[in-house]
C-alpha cells in the first residue's frame, strides 16, 4: 500500500484579526506529507520544491485565501497498480485530464479548481470520463457550492467529505448522508491545515480497512487533536 501527493506548497502570508503579518511554509503539501508521515503511511510527494504564494486574511476564526502566484505540478508518469493518489491544490497547477489513464484510487480535494488568482471564485466543471475515475472528493460547504451539479451528485454516489467549519462534516457514501459533529468545542487561532489533515487521515484509515464510517470517525478525532494543539501552541 502506497500513496502517490500532488500536492503544493505554499509561502503563507497570514493577516490576523489585528493585521498583524506572518509568513510561514505551508499549503496541501506541508499539511499531507506531515499527516501520512505521523501516521507511517508510505507515500511520496510529487513537487519538486515549488512554492505557491497565498495571502491569507484571519477573522473571527475563518480563512480567506487568496492566491499571489502559482506554480505548476508535473504530469504524473506512472502509477504502481497498488498504489492510490491523493489531487490537493492551492489552484488547477494539476491536470486532471491525466487521471483519464489511470484506474487506481484517486481522491480528489476540489479546493483549487474552485478558484482562481487573486481572490476570484468558478464553477468546477469536470468531463464525466474524469469524474468516474475519482473515487473520493472533498471540499468545503462554500466549495460545493461551485460544483456542477453533475459533479455532486456522482461525488454523492462514492465518497464526499464536506467540511463545515466549526461544526464538523459530513460524509456521503453511496447516497447516503452521515454527519460528524465535533465531540468539543476548541477555540485554535485558525485551521489553516485542518481539511488536508482531515483528507490525509481519513484516505489512510481507508485506505488500510476500506471502512468509510469508521475513517471518518478516526479522521474527526485526528483532527480534533490536531487543533487542540495549535489551541495550545
Do not use: C
Request: glycine share 8%.
Amino acid at each position: 500500500m502506497h500513496i502517490e501527493l500532488f500536492a503544493t506548497y505554499a509561502h503563507d502570508i497570514i493577516i490576523d484579526a489585528n493585521n498583524k503579518k506572518t509568513e510561514k511554509i505551508g499549503g496541501p503539501a506541508f499539511w499531507l506529507k506531515k499527516t501520512f508521515s505521523n501516521l507511517k503511511f508510505p507515500h511520496t510527494l510529487h513537487n519538486d520544491n515549488k512554492f505557491a504564494k497565498v495571502e491569507i486574511t484571519i477573522e473571527n476564526g475563518m480563512e480567506h485565501g487568496i492566491i499571489k502566484k502559482l506554480p505548476k505540478i508535473n504530469p504524473i508518469k506512472y502509477l504502481d497498480h497498488k498504489s492510490g493518489a491523493i489531487i490537493s491544490t492551492i489552484g488547477d497547477e494539476f491536470d486532471l485530464g491525466q487521471l483519464q489513464k489511470f484506474n487506481n484510487f484517486i481522491a480528489l480535494d476540489v479546493q483549487g479548481y474552485t478558484r482562481m488568482l487573486e481572490g476570484k471564485n468558478r464553477k468546477f466543471h469536470i468531463d464525466p470520463g474524469i469524474a468516474g475515475k475519482i473515487n473520493l472528493f472533498k471540499a468545503t460547504e462554500n466549495e460545493a457550492k461551485r460544483m456542477a451539479a453533475t459533479v455532486i451528485t456522482n461525488a454523492k454516489s462514492k465518497l464526499f467529505l464536506v467540511t463545515k467549519g466549526r461544526n464538523g462534516f459530513v460524509l456521503y457514501h453511496h447516497g447516503k448522508k452521515y454527519t460528524y459533529k465535533p465531540n468539543r468545542i476548541i477555540r485554535s487561532r485558525d485551521a489553516i491545515g485542518a481539511g488536508d489533515t482531515l483528507l490525509g487521515s481519513f484516505v489512510v484509515h481507508y485506505f488500510k480497512y476500506h471502512n468509510p464510517k469508521k475513517a471518518a470517525k478516526f479522521a474527526q478525532k485526528y483532527v480534533e487533536n490536531f487543533l487542540t494543539k495549535k489551541s495550545d501552541g
